[in-house]
């Protein structure tokens, strides 16, 4: 007993030092007004580090804050009931956000680019998510073309600079791979003129909508608007340059017994890169026949479906094919198409739970997909601002495989054959 207490008032002679050393927080009065300058504000809190993309740790919500100007938003839109195999994919927007947790400000330059994105000219916020039923289809497209609308009559912060920077650009984190005909409807409208899509997937997208078979397709129905079907709706809309579209990563099972599928996409203009085709080509003869169809002018819209990857890679979505490409293949074809004139873009089809296990894969691969389209509209920007100067940040250290040039330049040989065979066949 006597032991107990003895211990006990030698606790309480303890305590009263222990609450103002170790666990004391000099900052915990509160001052009476906030006297501290804006740059120390920004310097002790704008680094956090779990958001989207968004530079400064920035989140807006930018449907209901038209005070605040923006020059690239990334906008989610959690939006699944158009799929036709495993939903899910309306989680996509939270799980890449979760998965861009490690994307910040401060470790922000990429090195492929030589660039930071988030330190650069434009202002990139993370406008949070559009409200979308998941009741009824046609509302949900209507809701998400007037929200595409709404943003991109916005004036950006840096309007006019460059000078073509007359509308914000958005980046949209799906959401199934439908969420693509609203966005092409409002800039087809904003640009007020076809735009091209270069379309990485597994499938053609470019599906009639009776291609699904149902005895009840004669009733007038929503049911014509699926992640399957977008791409014909918005070739029937007029709302895609059919002269210089691309699929890339093509692997689909296609319907019945021969390429009437395909017969039907090439009415609709899209040049067709099949997954297969990177092993005849590598990654620079996919670069280069984008680049040659679509070229540097024309404003594209940039729709990648996280399928053209592996399942093996990235599992967590509705409609997995075996046999894709790699990650680091589709950032090395990102990165190797960053002259495009993107106007808009968009990661579809993450669909978290599918992933195996809790490694965020496919989410971290959709993630990387946003900060290298971000990093290519950023660099775009600055190359037609005229302050771009290439080779102005050095790398240092040794470069490896610039003995591989002569291999390369026969290579190249090899890539502008197939494209005259590529050429022939259109
Ligand atoms: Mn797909």
Redesign the pocket.
């Given at each position: 007993m006597f032991l107990l207490s003895s211990s006990l008032s030698l606790l309480f002679a303890i305590l009263p030092f222990s609450r103002c050393s170790f666990y004391d927080n000099p900052e915990l009065e509160l001052p009476t007004e906030s006297s501290t300058p804006l740059d120390e504000l920004k310097a002790k809190w704008d680094h956090e580090v779990s958001s989207a993309s968004s530079t400064s740790g920035i989140h807006v919500k930018c449907l209901s804050a038209p005070y605040e100007p923006f020059d690239i938003g990334i906008i989610g839109a959690p939006f699944d009931t158009a799929v036709s195999y495993r939903p899910g994919a309306r989680f996509g927007p939270r799980a890449i956000r979760a998965a861009s947790a490690r994307q910040t400000t401060f470790r922000g330059f990429n090195h492929r680019a030589h660039l930071n994105p988030y330190t650069s000219w434009p202002l990139i916020l993370d406008c949070g998510d559009i409200p979308i039923t998941p009741f009824d289809n046609a509302l949900a497209l209507h809701q998400m073309t007037s929200a595409y609308l709404e943003l991109l009559a916005r004036r950006p912060l840096s309007h006019g600079n460059p000078e073509s920077h007359v509308h914000p650009k958005l980046i949209t984190l799906g959401g199934d791979?439908s969420v693509a005909l609203p966005a092409l409807r409002a800039l087809q409208k904003t640009y007020a003129q076809p735009i091209a899509v270069l379309h990485f997937?597994?499938?053609l997208?470019t599906w009639h909508p009776g291609a699904y078979p149902s005895a009840w397709a004669e009733t007038p129905t929503q049911a014509d608007f699926t992640?399957?079907t977008m791409f014909w709706i918005a070739s029937q809309e007029g709302l895609i340059n059919n002269s210089s579209s691309v699929h890339a990563g093509l692997r689909?099972r296609l319907l019945g017994n021969d390429f009437n599928d395909y017969d039907d996409d090439e009415r609709q203009g899209f040049l067709r890169i099949e997954t297969d085709d990177i092993d005849a080509v590598g990654v620079q003869g996919i670069i280069d026949l984008i680049m040659e169809r679509i070229g540097t002018e024309v404003p594209v819209y940039l729709s990648v479906?996280i399928?053209?990857l592996d399942p093996g890679i990235a599992p967590g979505?509705?409609?997995p094919?075996p046999g894709g490409w790699t990650t680091r293949e589709l950032i090395q074809i990102l990165r190797g198409i960053e002259g495009l004139n993107l106007v808009g873009g968009d990661i579809v089809?993450v669909s978290p739970a599918y992933e195996s296990g809790h490694g965020e894969s496919t989410a971290l691969a959709g993630a990387q997909v946003v900060f290298e389209i971000l990093t290519s509209m950023v660099k775009r920007g600055l190359v037609d601002r005229g302050d771009w100067i290439e080779g102005a940040i050095k790398k240092p250290g040794r470069v490896i495989g610039g003995a591989k040039k002569s291999v390369l330049g026969k290579l190249k040989q090899v890539v502008e054959k197939v494209q005259e065979v590529v050429r022939d066949e259109l």
């Open positions: 791979h997937d597994a499938h997208d992640h399957g689909t479906d399928d053209v979505t509705g409609t094919e089809e």
